[in-house]
């Protein structure tokens, strides 16, 4: 199974005893919708909610932090997710919440995993079925496992603007990144991680929500001056949209891509931490 997939292949494979689809969607706080009564109305049919709202690290200060391994198993067993499942995962979030999801099972294990290429709205666009109400799966078994090698963490970070040994990609858009735009907290500072590129991860969308092709996408990361040769660490407001910028290196062949999940939600609330401000510049 290709990591980026069609509705069409999906519509094939749909009823396959090993295929398990998802439906990731999570909406920012204040967008006004409801991501679990949205599924009950219409979800592709035999996919299971996932709740990223709720599969979160609960005692951490910093918003939106990994959950453990355990926690994360149990969840996927619940779901019905077990190991040697094949997943196809799906959103209809603004901030492409697959992408979140999609990073959260390889790095606890999961071995065979997708995104559904254009997700619910694409499938919805082209007639395809839905179904309504929750589905409900036989438990299975999800060896709790964590690859934390894919994380940094804040002190690491620091330590990065010395070293610069990892170019640091921030998804969020131009005018958060610049800080011309005040953040939604007021506790939290503008602007970015100093040494930091500005990639917003809608560039790497075309307009009807699909990814840009593999040329598009290598060219929508090489204007920036990301160099391929070198480790990345992605970031935006709370470790989601950076996920999309590190599925996009997916699908062009870089795996030396790691996630601060903390992201600005952490570093920015942190008066101690560095800040630049200003437009983007390319590395």
Request: net charge negative; proline share 5%.
């Amino acid at each position: 199974m290709d990591s980026l997939v069609t509705t069409a292949w999906l519509a094939e494979e749909i009823g396959a005893c090993d295929l398990r689809i998802i439906d990731a969607t999570k909406h920012l706080h204040g967008a006004g919708r409801n991501a679990f009564a949205e599924y009950e109305e219409g979800h592709i049919p035999g996919a299971v909610f996932m709740d990223l709202e709720n599969l979160v690290d609960h005692a951490s200060p910093v918003e939106n932090s990994m959950p453990n391994a355990k926690e994360f198993a149990a969840r996927m067993a619940a779901l019905g997710i077990g190991d040697g499942s094949r997943i196809v995962l799906y959103d209809d979030s603004a901030v492409k919440t697959s992408a979140r999801a999609w990073f959260m099972l390889r790095m606890f294990g999961a071995q065979n995993v997708a995104i559904l290429d254009g997700g619910i709205a694409r499938w919805r666009a082209e007639g395809r079925p839905v179904t309504a109400g929750r589905q409900e799966r036989r438990q299975r078994h999800f060896t709790p496992w964590s690859d934390a090698s894919q994380l940094r963490s804040k002190e690491q970070m620091l330590a990065n603007i010395a070293s610069q040994s990892e170019q640091v990609l921030d998804a969020r858009s131009a005018a958060r990144f610049s800080g011309n735009v005040p953040e939604s907290r007021p506790a939290m500072a503008s602007g970015h991680i100093p040494g930091s590129i500005n990639l917003p991860y809608t560039v790497l969308y075309n307009p009807d929500g699909t990814f840009k092709d593999v040329s598009g996408l290598r060219e929508a990361f090489t204007a920036t001056g990301v160099d391929f040769s070198r480790p990345v660490v992605t970031t935006c407001g709370s470790g989601v949209t950076a996920c999309v910028l590190t599925f996009g290196m997916h699908l062009l062949g870089k795996e030396d891509v790691a996630l601060y999940d903390g992201s600005w939600s952490e570093w920015g609330c942190d008066p101690a931490t560095p800040k630049s401000v200003g437009e983007a510049l390319a590395a």
